[in-house]
């Protein structure tokens, strides 16, 4: 069985501060983790993903995420906060990278104050 | 031109009544899902179609049913709508041949109120 914890649901940033949405995950194979990002009204979009290959991910707009197997974690990070990146943020487990066997977290709303 | 698009976007209705929500995509991809997204929970899987003859179940399809018209077209359906129904839907792709970058491509989503 999987599970994601995302352990906070809404997280507040001022714009050029760093950014921090930490996410823990339970599965008994060796996961591929993802994150996505949903902006208000429309779809979720992919921003980086680990798949056994490098620990340190780096994901689009300048995000980037490291896979700590000791620690279960894959925190998702940025080091200045743009408005443009105020939006609910998923954390995705999967046992492969099918579609059908996706985790999703609860998700984490980021806001980004000026 | 979005390349999955989703109809209707918004849609209120009553209990009781059959619901359609549609979901078309120009990516050329074989296969399609439907999630739902609740507050707090993330999204689940409804279900999921691999082709236009191979439709699966998903964690949560007790009251929906869904039909693959095309390979391009996957509609979900609520036979008979109940409040607890109220969510927001996705319809999403991935493309089989690009299984390693475990990508999924999102609609808009079709926000759906049952009163």
């Known amino acids: 069985a999987q599970s994601v914890t995302q352990l906070d649901s809404h997280v507040s940033v001022s714009e050029g501060t760093p950014v921090l949405l930490r996410c823990n995950y339970s599965s008994s194979y060796s996961p591929s983790l993802f994150w996505y990002v949903q902006h208000p009204n429309k779809g979720l979009q992919l921003l980086l993903k680990?798949?056994?290959?490098?620990?340190l991910v780096k994901g689009i707009n300048g995000f980037e995420a490291e896979f700590k197997k000791s620690e279960t974690s894959f925190h998702l990070t940025k080091p200045s906060a743009h408005m443009s990146d105020a939006a609910e943020y998923f954390c995705?487990?999967?046992?492969?990278?099918?579609?059908?066997?996706?985790?999703f977290g609860p998700g984490t709303r980021l806001s980004v104050l000026p | 031109d979005a390349d999955v698009t989703q109809t209707p976007r918004n849609r209120i209705t009553k209990t009781g009544k059959r619901i359609m929500l549609e979901c078309s995509q120009t990516k050329g991809h074989d296969r399609m899902y439907w999630y739902r997204q609740d507050p707090g929970l993330g999204l689940r899987l409804i279900y999921y179609?691999?082709?236009?003859?191979?439709?699966n179940k998903g964690e949560i399809s007790d009251g929906y049913s869904v039909s693959r018209q095309a390979q391009a077209k996957f509609s979900l359906s609520l036979e008979s709508a109940i409040p607890n129904q109220t969510a927001l839907y996705f319809c999403?792709?991935?493309?089989?041949?690009?299984?390693?970058?475990?990508?999924?491509?999102f609609g808009e989503g079709s926000r759906l109120t049952v009163l």
């Open positions: 179609s691999f082709d236009v003859k191979d439709i």
């Open positions: 680990y798949t056994s290959a490098a620990t």
């Open positions: 999403a792709t991935s493309d089989p041949d690009r299984v390693l970058d475990g990508e999924l491509f």
């Open positions: 995705v487990v999967s046992r492969d990278n099918y579609g059908q066997n996706f985790v």
